[in-house]
């Protein structure tokens, strides 16, 4: 079971983006699909939240609105096993997208690309002759360039099952200041990500549109969660979302929350569901009451 999902913020796309990915990558299939709820007649065809899994990554996303978009600060970097599937998904995340390095050999690859696709999502496609994985990949930039390393030591000192497995970094000549990362992997609760410094001029950066879905246990694991990643310069959002010191947004969400929002009795998951809207911080004890109402 995964404890941290990466969660996409579509306009109103993420149906159309969830068949499309699950298309083309490998050990993939469509998850659960919620539709908007609010008594106007048809409304429940509106898809608010969904979930897909490609090559075994379970992945989340929500239609909530034009306010986030998708930049290159976040992407996913995929590890494929021959030049047929490499070439494969170029040419299927390329068409109507938008090319961020070009797809060819390079002095570290015999053959990689960076693509925005045509959602806007980013992709980093590499041949590494292995099977087909799929990794959240941070990029940090602007003010937040030359802490990669930083913020990959606070997370797996936070998460069990986490350490850092790989930090390569940059030397004399190699276009970014020497000593920045360059490529790092890291574990998260036993998920792979990777992470990486770029001091160029890049008019970008972290957004909400590419988040990370926590689930917890417990009141005392959403604490420790919240407490901790929004502390040093954090924000606080609303309805259990935050952003790090870093600008790397999260949601910190109790399992018991998902249980009550499908609950089959609507008139319960409604009230359920006004609570949350309220918070910050997720509280149980509250979700629970307004669940147990009349």
Wanted: with cysteine.
């Amino acid at each position: 079971m995964q404890k941290i999902y990466p969660f996409l913020w579509f306009d109103d796309q993420a149906e159309q983006a969830a068949n499309f990915y699950t298309s083309i990558f490998q050990n993939a299939k469509m998850g659960e699909i919620n539709y908007l709820e609010d008594g106007r007649e048809n409304m429940h065809q509106k898809v608010l939240t969904l979930s897909f899994t490609l090559a075994g990554l379970e992945i989340l996303a929500l239609n909530g609105g034009p306010d986030f978009s998708f930049t290159p600060a976040h992407s996913f970097f995929v590890t494929c096993q021959d030049e047929a599937e490499i070439n494969t998904l170029w040419k299927k995340l390329s068409a109507g997208g938008f090319v961020l390095m070009e797809f060819g050999q390079y002095p570290f690859s015999e053959k990689f690309g960076w693509v925005a696709d045509k959602f806007g999502l980013s992709w980093q496609l590499n041949l590494e002759r292995q099977s087909q994985k799929i990794m959240p990949c941070f990029m940090f930039v602007g003010q937040q360039a030359g802490r990669a390393e930083e913020a990959m030591r606070l997370y797996t000192s936070l998460f069990k099952d986490s350490k850092i497995s790989q930090i390569d970094r940059y030397a004399e000549g190699e276009g970014d200041i020497v000593g920045n990362v360059k490529h790092a992997r890291f574990r998260l609760a036993g998920q792979e990500l990777i992470a990486m410094d770029s001091s160029l001029d890049h008019q970008f950066g972290f957004t909400p549109a590419f988040s990370f879905f926590v689930e917890c246990k417990d009141q005392q694991e959403v604490d420790y969660f919240w407490e901790n990643l929004i502390a040093d310069g954090g924000a606080p959002s609303q309805c259990g979302w935050l952003t790090d010191k870093f600008g790397v947004s999260w949601q910190i969400v109790p399992t018991a929350l998902s249980q009550m929002l499908n609950d089959p009795d609507r008139e319960r998951a409604h009230r359920v569901t006004q609570a949350m809207l309220k918070m910050t911080k997720i509280e149980i004890h509250e979700l629970e009451e307004a669940f147990q109402e009349g």
